[in-house]
Structures are given as structure tokens and as C-alpha cells.
Nanobody, 116 residues
Framework: QVQLVESGGGLVQPGGSLRLSCTAS????????LGWYGQAPGKQRELVAR???????VYKDSVKGRFTISKDGAKNTVYLQMDRLKPEDTAVYYC??????????WGQGTQVTVSS
């Protein structure tokens, strides 16, 4: 069972920045997707950003131009740089590893709160 360990959440003022990190204990497939999902209070968990093994990325519309997802393959680590944060970005952020024909793996979640 792959373990995902997240860090980097916290409280930040509107307009501020945070960087989330997530390290996987192993990634044993050539094809994989590392992603960040956000779950706001009372809402469903939804994809925020995802990066594939080959570097291709996908973003939720509301974060395009503000968030940047990247990875370090040698460290099995994915990052989410969050700039110009807004109160509506407040959520628990979960790291996800998806691999073909295998169950997804999830991190424990890290709280991001954007408030003055």
C-alpha cells in the first residue's frame, strides 16, 4: 500500500501564498497521475490540479494562473504552489496518486485557510 505524506498547509491572508508538498512511499508504474483535490466544508471533494508522469498538467478553472503543480520524479514528490490565494480556496487539500488498473492512494489531508 502506497503511503502519501503531505505538508505545507496553514492559515494565510487573502493574496498570500502557500506551497503544499506530498511524497509517495513508492511509484511503481511508468504511467501515473499525481494530483491535489480540495474539499471545502459541506462540499464534495474535487480536483484542483493534476500532473502526469510525462509532465502534462490539468487545473480547475478557478485556479488557472494562480496555482502551479510540479513534481520531482526522483523524490516521488508533487508540489502545489498556491499564489494570490482567495477565501474561496479554503479547503482541506488531499494528495492523490492514480495508476492504471490500481486503486487510488490518498494522503491524510492538509488544511488551507485563507482569511484576514
Amino acid at each position: 500500500q502506497v503511503q502519501l505524506v503531505e505538508s505545507g498547509g496553514g492559515l494565510v491572508q487573502p493574496g498570500g501564498s502557500l506551497r503544499l508538498s506530498c511524497t509517495a512511499s513508492e511509484i511503481d508504474t511508468e504511467i501515473y497521475y499525481l494530483g491535489w483535490y480540495g474539499q471545502a466544508p459541506g462540499k464534495q471533494r474535487e480536483l484542483v490540479a493534476r500532473i502526469r508522469d510525462d509532465g502534462r498538467t490539468v487545473y480547475k478553472d478557478s485556479v488557472k494562473g494562480r496555482f502551479t503543480i510540479s513534481k520531482d520524479g526522483a523524490k516521488n514528490t508533487v508540489y502545489l504552489q498556491m499564489d494570490r490565494l482567495k477565501p474561496e480556496d479554503t479547503a482541506v487539500y488531499y494528495c492523490n496518486l492514480a495508476r492504471p488498473e490500481m486503486s487510488d492512494s490518498w494522503g491524510q489531508g492538509t488544511q488551507v485557510t485563507v482569511s484576514s
